[in-house]
């Protein structure tokens, strides 16, 4: 199965400050998707990571507040700007192999702001 | 993507088999049954999919019912350790798919 690295796996962060969460895959996936969960909730799509194009964002986020990046077949990032109080949650990282069909998950990023 | 609707919690004896049902009656002929489980405060970790024959690897069973409404996740021997909340999604293969994720069913093993 696919490895999938995130970091940082947590932090703290000040109000109004930005915030990149990389992720790392080590082998070469044809999907990447960034998740969020927020506390005691289920895992929401934020977005699918496009490489070399922009991400594709699902209703509810947009990007100026989740910017994303996808260099490569097995590198992005997503961005938290402008954090408020509300953004504290676990971000997670997801890739998918195609040749298996299964989707893998990173360990996340706990994301705590104050 | 067809709905899925689990059981919110769930017991099992430690040693005993864990069976978690899942219905997905709006299911389309080309939609998978996956299933996952997230431990607390980790990433959720794949178990097991199927299209419509019964799937068996080294965790888990997958039944699903030959009109494929309905499917079934067997532990076979749950352990303290398969205390988890356990996701059922239906998907369809083409490329471009994602999981989307419901509220899931909290499996409780106990000693």
């Known amino acids: 199965s696919a490895v999938i690295s995130q970091k940082p796996s947590r932090d703290i962060c000040q109000r109004g400050t930005s915030l990149t969460i990389q992720c790392q895959v080590d082998?070469?996936?044809?999907?990447m998707f960034w998740y969020r969960q927020q506390p005691g909730q289920s895992l929401t799509l934020i977005a699918t990571?496009?490489?070399?194009?922009?991400?594709?964002?699902e209703s509810g986020f947009v990007i100026d507040k989740f910017p994303i990046s996808r260099p490569n077949l097995t590198f992005s990032t997503l961005t938290v700007s402008n954090m408020s109080p509300e953004d504290s949650s676990i971000y997670l990282c997801s890739a998918k192999d195609l040749a298996k069909n299964i989707q893998y998950f990173g360990a996340g990023t706990r994301l705590s702001v104050l | 993507d067809a709905k899925t609707t689990q059981p919110p919690s769930m017991d099992c004896a430690e040693g005993r088999a864990a069976n978690l049902p899942c219905n997905h009656s709006t299911i389309s002929g080309n939609e998978y049954v996956y299933w996952y489980r997230q431990i607390h405060s980790q990433g959720p970790q794949y178990i097991i999919h199927?299209?419509?024959n019964n799937e068996t690897n080294e965790m888990a069973s997958l039944i699903i019912t030959e009109d494929r409404k309905s499917s079934t996740l067997i532990l076979p021997h749950a352990t303290l350790r398969d205390t988890a909340v356990y996701y059922c999604?239906?998907?369809?293969?083409?490329?471009?798919?994602?999981?989307?994720f419901g509220a899931g069913t909290i499996l409780r093993v106990k000693s």
């Open positions: 199927g299209l419509k």
């Open positions: 999604i239906v998907r369809p293969a083409e490329y471009g798919n994602k999981l989307v």
């Open positions: 990571a496009n490489q070399g194009s922009e991400a594709t964002y």
């Open positions: 082998s070469q996936v044809t999907m």
